[in-house]
């Protein structure tokens, strides 16, 4: 099993940015497909990036594209996620998570992942 640690949530004004990172503690991710979800309270949680580990092809959900980036670095073993222009609809716990599969099946889909962070605190005032 995988640990993952994110950090770099906090409390920003919209249009402020901020930088996500999440490490793997007992696992390398080179090769293995990544992901970005949110939830919001009262809301279920929905997909933000993902990354393919092997093509490197990306994915974003409607609402963050243009605006947050994902992207990694296996020397590093950390997978980030480069959120600007950040808006209040934004404020959500962030959570990390890795497919272990040689391919996600559904690279927006929780059930297509194995592992997950324990999350980090993104809030954004008005």
Known sequence: ???LVETGGGLVQAGDS????CVATTRVFRNYDMAWF???PGKEREFVAGLRGRTTNTYYADSVKG??????????NTVYLQLERLK??????YYCAVSLRPYAP???????YD????????TVSS
Do not use: C, M, Y
């Not at 901020?18 to 990172?21: N, V």
């Not at 605006?67 to 590093?76: E, L, V, W």
């Not at 592992?115 to 993104?122: D, Y």
């Open 115 to 122: 592992s997950w962070g324990q999350g980090t605190q993104v």
């Open 67 to 76: 605006r947050f980036t994902i992207s990694r670095d296996n020397d590093k």
């Open 18 to 21: 901020l930088s996500l990172s």
């Open 1 to 3: 099993q995988a640990q």
């Open 88 to 93: 209040p609809e934004d404020t959500a716990v």
């Open 38 to 40: 949110r939830q919001a």
């Open 106 to 112: 559904v690279v927006f889909a929780t059930t297509s």
